[in-house]
């Protein structure tokens, strides 16, 4: 018996060895992603909310700001959702999708998909790991500029360390 479980454990040991393995982005860098998205915005005197999905686009920070309107939160999590599930740019979209007619079904693909400026996707090492939405500022070009001030300050957290490590 002894031996038919350690059989069995030490089969389930090498199958582990081949488990798939994601980047997973970590509550404190997407709280401090938002406040600095949130931050940018407030110095243009921008009233919005900002919002993280992770990978699968579940919502893991929204941050209100102070006078944003009800309609913020949504907008912002809806951007996030969009950039996390699509891979790109909530802009970059919204101008494709002007340009290509053919491909504005992508805005009916399910309620939480919104092709408006604003949403970006986050990367760590080079795999999305999760999307920055911002709704509020006066215009899509806004609100991306302020999910892309969020995006630097994740950035300069990642920064590669010396060697020598100072």
Excluded: W
Excluded at 16 to 39: C, D, I, N
Excluded at 129 to 134: E, L, M, Q, R, T
């Amino acid at each position: 018996m002894g031996a038919m479980v350690l059989c069995l454990t030490g089969g389930g040991l090498a199958q582990a060895e081949h488990l798939p393995r994601e980047t997973v982005l970590p509550l404190a860098l997407a709280q401090k992603t938002a406040a600095a998205g949130l931050a940018k915005c407030e110095e243009g005197g921008y009233k919005v909310s900002v919002a993280i999905a992770d990978r699968g686009g579940n919502l893991k920070v929204l941050l209100r700001g102070d006078g944003a309107g009800p309609h913020t939160t949504d907008s912002s999590f809806r951007k996030a959702y969009t950039a996390a599930s699509l891979r790109r740019s909530t802009l970059h979209l919204a101008e494709l999708v002007a340009k290509v007619p053919s491909i504005q079904a992508l805005r009916d693909m399910n309620n939480k998909i919104l092709i408006l400026g604003g949403g970006l996707p986050i990367k760590i090492e080079g795999e999305v790991v999760g999307g920055i939405g911002v709704g509020g500022a006066p215009g899509g070009h806004l609100d991306e500029a302020c999910a892309a001030a969020g995006l630097a300050s994740l950035e300069k957290t990642q920064a590669p360390k010396p060697a020598n490590g100072k």
